[in-house]
């Protein structure tokens, strides 16, 4: 069946860049479900979402089955449903049901034409592109309840079937073969085609491939010594179409603020990348990227170093203000800052963190006083002038102003990093204490949400509670911290269980926290399966076996799975991993709960005899030396010895074998959970 290219092009006013991917993402999936053909690409501006596809000309035809009346009803009712289905009486079938016969049709549906479909369907999917929020705009002669709806305003729309308009209409802007260009730079009326639709585009300063766009700014920075910024790349990437660097500078008298601070404002505020020397030390210069073709006169240059400068003297003036007084005299304030309406304010969350960090610091066998002191002062930053004005700056100033005010470099450091990591890709705290008050500060955060039953369904995570679980198990696992996840769990259960007592509202009443730990532990186990699954990229099943073993430890946990996945592809992995299988499902039928000592005596000689040596031999030893020798000692074991036979002593004695066989490797993994290419 021929196909036809088209294309789909939505005008709007300028999208938030962080929204376009997401809708870009599910304009592709609305768009598949029409069946009518293939997405072959999509691609956005910030003012504009652009769908490419091949489709059909028209549905294939199909045939539906139309049962009538049964052929017990006579003549009359067969002349009815013939006359209803446009045939004669002769045209009609028949169909044997279990209740008896039945007259039925054959009825030709033909498939209809791809464009009458999209004509019908665009509009809807257009209002079904989900956004966080949309917005209606007015229509004259329109009530507001029935304005149309989307992220931003649309202006224009491009639907292209072949060299044919898709005609429809979305609230008052109907389709065509007309786009706009640059705002600025290009043409406000632009005929196009198929064919000519990016070249058209590209001649009025809009480039509308993203990839493109990026290595336009990648290459503008390239040899500048920029401080790499991935995400303030993807950021200029999707706010603008004709993107040009320019570079600017600014006076070597700010560089005496803490560089954090300038680069925060160069970054989050004015989207800007910071320059730094061959030192790797931070100059005072920047790179700006504009939305137009150059600054021949360097107007936007100075314009970019004038409001540059006054952001950084409003920096420089939450400094000075701050320091005069210390973070520690600032602690009462936090009585009046709520962290959380069912848990109370900043001060109840510091003194449950505190806690929290001094027994872990303990476990660790770190100070116990210095991790405590950090938790009790890593929130009163949120008091400060300087991160009312750049919030991202919390915690990185409170260990800032630390660090000036003479604490420990184990206190301040702690602070400055609790906040890590932001993100999945983002690096963990690089210090202990720094990591013992990240896992404190989250697991605290944790408990006390899941204790009053604020708890993550669905898509629903207001207080990113799952983001918070990811940034435990990360420090934990690539830390390399030595803590029994659930015992900490507990502990933390049991301390909120005491904290809440008979709060009415407190979802566990549990005297020992057990309720609301099992809860937890529970929501922390998932976390833990997506980072070892998703994230670092080990076997669904090899999570799962080895995390039937134990996952009390999540550095022994990433240990085992690394050992796991490695002998994995070895000939001898499989087979074994069905052996297991089969001994725990032969002592689970058995009802074998534990092992007592084999009697050696019972030991027939053969098979049996070989696999009681071998194993002899091997326990102890790791299952990567192991697996290669005992492997067909087992599978010969099962081929030649009965395991159920009458002799209750010698049944009992071979159930007790390969319950201590189990039992030796069972550790690094429950390899009945290991999914064999047999089963898959």
Known sequence: MSTLAFLLEIGAEEIPDWMIVPALENLRELFGSLGVGNVSRVDATPRRLVLWADLVERQADAEELVTGPPKSAGAGAANGFAKKMGVTVDQLGTESTAKGEYFSFVKKIPGRATVEILSEKLPEIIAKIQWPKTMLWTIPGVPAKASPRFIRPIRWIVALLGDNVVPFRYGDVNSGAVTQGHRILGLGVIPVSIATYE?????????????ERRVRIENAIDGKHVKADPKLLDTLTYITEFPT???GTFDPEYLKLPKEVLVTVMRHHQKYFSVEDENGELAPKFIAVMNTNGDPD???RKGNERVLRARFNDARFFWEVDRR???????PDLIAVTFQTSLGTYEKKTIGTAKSAKRIATLLGLDPASAETAAKLCKIDLMTEMVKEFTDLQGIVGGLYLRDEGQPEEVWRAVYEHYRPLSMEAPIPPSKYGQVLSVADKLDTIVGCFGKGIIPSGSKDPLGLRRAAQGIVRVIVEGGLALNLREIVREEASANTEVFGDDQDYLYRNSDGAGLAKAVVDFLSDRVRYYFRDIRGFAYDEVNAVMAAGWDSLPDVEA????????????DFEPLAASFKRVKNILSQANITAAPTVDSGLIEPGPERELFDEFQRVSGEPIEKAISSLRPKLDTFFDKVLVNVPDEKVRQNRLTLLSQVLNEFSTIADFSEIVTSKES
């Open 199 to 211: 070249e058209e585009l590209r001649r009025n300063f809009v480039t509308v491939a993203a990839a």
């Open 245 to 247: 660097a320019i570079e």
């Open 298 to 300: 360097g107007l936007v």
């Open 325 to 331: 007084r210390t973070l520690e005299v600032r602690s």
């Open 560 to 571: 085992r799975l690394t050992r796991i996945s490695k002998i994995r592809p070895t000939a």
